[in-house]
């Protein structure tokens, strides 16, 4: 067991209750995290009127301030995101866009708030896309301040140009189940590792 908590954003297009196979991938991250002892939850981004900008506040009524809230509680951040014409969703290019503003807020040492957290990626499509989608989503959460665990993504793509999606599988690939696995107990180590140790405070 350890003290270590989890936030797993989904970026998918589709609003609470709607099906979704980012949510049904987000939770399978969160319980294989739960295995470990790291608790969390996991959030629809478009469940909360997130607006477009660069700013920790964007105000009238900006869903965003509560969703980093959680997200500064938490030691760990894992997007989940679906891939729309071999890109990853508008929804998850609005919270890099939002995460541009940490670079912005510091601590009493003049470290990123995100220095010590550590992030990871979750990905499904039903084309090819997922080393695409982790690429843009790892290079801007490195930028923001996450450190990133070696193979810190789990995804599932369908055969290109055919209809059946993650949740409308019987079962989940034992791949991706390995991948899922891998990604919680690399990032849950790095996480301790950093609580442990936090990075040098800077000049």
């Not at 997200?71 to 919270?95: C, E, F, R, Y």
């Not at 690429?135 to 923001?144: C, K």
Request: aromatic share 6%.
């Amino acid at each position: 067991m350890t003290d270590l908590s989890c936030l797993v954003l989904n970026c998918t297009l589709k609003a609470t209750p709607s099906e979704s196979s980012s949510q049904l991938l987000g939770q399978q991250v969160l319980d294989a995290f739960r295995d470990l002892g790291v608790m969390g939850t996991i959030e629809r981004v478009v469940d909360h009127d997130v607006r477009f900008g660069v700013s920790t506040d964007e105000g009238d009524g900006d869903g965003w301030p509560a969703l980093r809230r959680k997200m500064l509680d938490a030691d760990i951040l894992v997007m989940v995101a679906p891939i729309w014409m071999g890109q990853p969703s508008s929804v998850a290019k609005v919270v890099l866009e939002r995460l541009d503003a940490e670079l912005s807020e510091t601590d009493d040492e003049g470290r990123l708030l995100t220095f010590g957290k550590v992030a990871g990626v979750g990905v499904v499509g039903n084309e090819d896309g997922a080393h695409h989608v982790s690429a843009e989503l790892f290079q801007g959460l490195n930028d923001v301040g996450f450190s990133l665990p070696p193979q810190a993504v789990t995804y599932w793509v369908g055969e290109a140009m055919q209809a059946v999606d993650y949740k409308d599988l019987d079962e989940t690939p034992e791949k991706t189940v390995g991948t899922t696995e891998v990604l919680a107990r690399h990032a849950t180590h790095l996480a301790r590792l950093l609580k442990e140790s936090p990075y040098p405070a800077g000049d």
